[in-house]
């Protein structure tokens, strides 16, 4: 009878399993790598909780926000400053919360010559101005040019700060974040731009005055000083590196339960600390 009623007692101060809860993030494929970093780590601590990570671009992702299919959008836009939300807010239709700072590198293969560039020659590169390498003190080589697709936020902040009235010439390769550092690597001609996420081991390798192995793919391509400087988190926290914006995450009305909790993850002591590995923090 004892066992019975020890055995009763038991079975009735179990705790229910919670439901699974997910949490679709669809948009900047620049925001994927910290995404990916910062929802493993969040599942780990909430085994409930998971993750649909989906990309498209930051248009694609706040149009399937604004349409109800996911439950926050990752965005490199840069909004009006009245959407920006440096904290969650306590009511509003729409809140767009900082995360951190990115920096768009400019890439070219690992045997390239050419090591910085300025912001007159890289607009005469990619407007098709330049069409040889050795115009900007390169190889004698044909440029290749590697743009993104239209709606992608790094293309947007590299055409509105960079090209100025100029267009990305029409021979531009296109294609997605996740496929650019591979095709460069491959292609001694070729010139692109992409987040400083993932070329985070050769940033850091070269801040610290390590010589980088050719084993790592983002170690096979080389990262551009434009006007004197690289994407590194101090010259983005600093705004002295012209091609740095915040990366946002976007939802519609007042965040509950389980994604504002989320979020105040993002923005807090850990969370931050995940970001810094791929962007500055914001925090």
């Not at 460069?184 to 985070?200: E, G, H, T």
Request: glycine share 8%; aromatic share 6%; net charge negative.
């Amino acid at each position: 009878m004892l066992v019975s009623y020890v055995l009763l007692a038991c079975e009735q101060t179990q705790v229910a399993t919670p439901e699974p809860i997910t949490i679709t993030i669809a948009g900047a494929t620049s925001m994927r790598p910290v995404l990916q970093a910062l929802s493993a780590e969040y599942s780990r601590r909430h085994p409930s909780v998971l993750f649909d990570l989906r990309g498209g671009g930051s248009t694609i992702g706040e149009e399937q926000l604004a349409a109800g299919q996911i439950d926050l959008a990752a965005s490199t836009f840069s909004p009006p400053e009245e959407e920006i939300n440096q904290t969650i807010p306590a009511d509003q239709k729409l809140f767009r919360v900082p995360i951190g700072i990115d920096g768009l590198a400019i890439i070219v293969h690992h045997s390239n010559t050419v090591a910085a560039l300025s912001v007159a020659q890289v607009r005469d590169l990619f407007s098709g101005k330049f069409v040889h390498w050795s115009a900007v003190g390169g190889e004698d080589r044909d440029v290749l040019l590697v743009s993104r697709e239209d709606g992608s936020g790094s293309r947007q902040l590299f055409e509105s700060r960079l090209m100025g009235i100029d267009s990305v010439s029409l021979t531009a390769i296109v294609m997605p974040t996740a496929d650019v550092v591979d095709y460069v690597a491959k292609n001694p001609q070729a010139i692109a731009y992409v987040s400083r996420s993932y070329l985070v081991e050769q940033l850091d390798q070269v801040q610290s005055n390590v010589e980088s192995p050719r084993d790592s793919l983002s170690n096979q391509v080389k990262v551009i000083a434009l006007e004197g400087k690289l994407p590194t988190r101090e010259n983005l926290k600093d705004s002295s590196y012209l091609l740095s914006a915040p990366i946002y995450l976007v939802g519609n009305g007042q965040p509950q339960g389980t994604i504002r909790q989320f979020v105040e993850f993002i923005l807090g002591p850990v969370g931050q600390e995940i970001v810094g590995q791929y962007h500055a923090r914001i925090r």
